[in-house]
């Protein structure tokens, strides 16, 4: 099996200094051929957002197009999962996933570009009578076949009676079209083992509970972008409680895509780098200078 590990964006102006040298401060145009130098893939958010127009789907594969086995995952549009979904309008949903898959994720498929498509779910979207339905209904409008879908639940009534699992039925009809589920480490949700496709997804968004959630229950506000939000890094032991995890997918998948999301203050580099030697995973190294992360201890 082969496992691509990165971060969730790249464009990040937090990280010069940390990551990116300061002497390429202010060369944004610069910064992804530094990130490309280290790592073989990056998960992209900014579609999630706002669909992106043809021209920066271009730019991407301009960017990416020499780099020998590169990929790029899209996150879905908030349009499909957080619109359409949310309001129980499956037709209006279809509408706009095909729309992304004729505009971004077919043009990144045929250059030869795409890793995986991230379905990530709103934090308001419950397990109901008919939302199995209408992510059945999604699912079987796109190209699931032809594209690596994963599905990212992220509301509690999605889990099993154990609370250690994605509800059975819902990992059934991912199984059914080979749709990823995609395996979690985040604050409030952290199920997930049960592989449901010939491909794996793992995103790590740190574990910062009481900004993510506002009281018992109650997800985060969507259009919170605080960095602190993402202002976590994972220790050792975190991190190694992962790789059973991890082996134990190999003998299913034939590819796991493993994502950083706690970007902030390039934590998601330090985690990332963490990950792939503990994997043994060949990679060019860098020291990560964490210059917010003294402790009262280290001075004693």
């Not at 127009?53 to 549009?77: H, N, R, T």
């Not at 990530?120 to 699931?144: E, M, T, W």
């Not at 794996?200 to 997800?219: C, L, Q, S």
């Not at 976590?232 to 409680?241: F, G, R």
């Amino acid at each position: 099996m082969t496992i691509l590990v990165g971060c969730s964006g790249w464009s990040y102006d937090d990280w010069v200094g940390k990551f990116y040298p300061l002497s390429m401060a202010g060369k944004k145009g610069e910064w992804f051929s530094y990130y490309a130098g280290y790592f073989q893939t990056v998960e992209i958010n900014s579609t999630f957002y706002r669909p992106p127009g043809e021209l920066q789907v271009q730019s991407w594969i301009k960017k990416a197009k020499d780099l020998k086995g590169f990929e790029y995952s899209v996150k879905v549009p908030q349009l499909v999962t957080h619109k359409a979904l949310v309001d129980g309008d499956v037709e209006r949903a279809v509408f706009w996933a095909a729309s992304f898959e004729k505009t971004c994720i077919k043009p990144l498929a045929e250059a030869g570009l795409l890793g995986g498509v991230l379905l990530q779910l709103s934090p308001y979207f419950r397990n109901d009578s008919s939302a199995l339905a209408s992510i059945n209904g999604l699912l079987d409008c796109i190209s699931h076949r032809e594209y690596d879908y994963a599905v990212e639940f992220r509301h509690r009534s999605w889990l099993d009676e154990g609370a250690r699992e994605i509800a059975p039925e819902a990992l059934d009809a991912l199984s059914e079209r080979n749709v990823a589920n995609v395996l979690i480490d985040g604050p409030g949700l952290h199920a997930g083992n049960e592989q449901t496709a010939d491909h794996a997804y793992v995103r790590f968004h740190g574990r910062n509970y009481d900004i993510w959630y506002r009281g018992e229950d109650k997800a985060e506000t969507e259009d919170d972008h605080r960095l602190d939000r993402y202002d976590y890094l994972y220790n050792k032991e975190q991190l190694e409680a992962w790789v059973p995890r991890i082996k134990a997918a190999e003998l299913k998948a034939d590819k796991m895509r493993v994502y950083f999301n706690n970007h902030a203050r390039s934590k998601s580099v330090r985690n990332a780098f963490l990950l792939m030697d503990m994997l043994s995973i060949e990679h060019k190294s860098k020291e990560i200078r964490l210059q917010d992360q003294f402790t009262l201890g280290e001075f004693q």
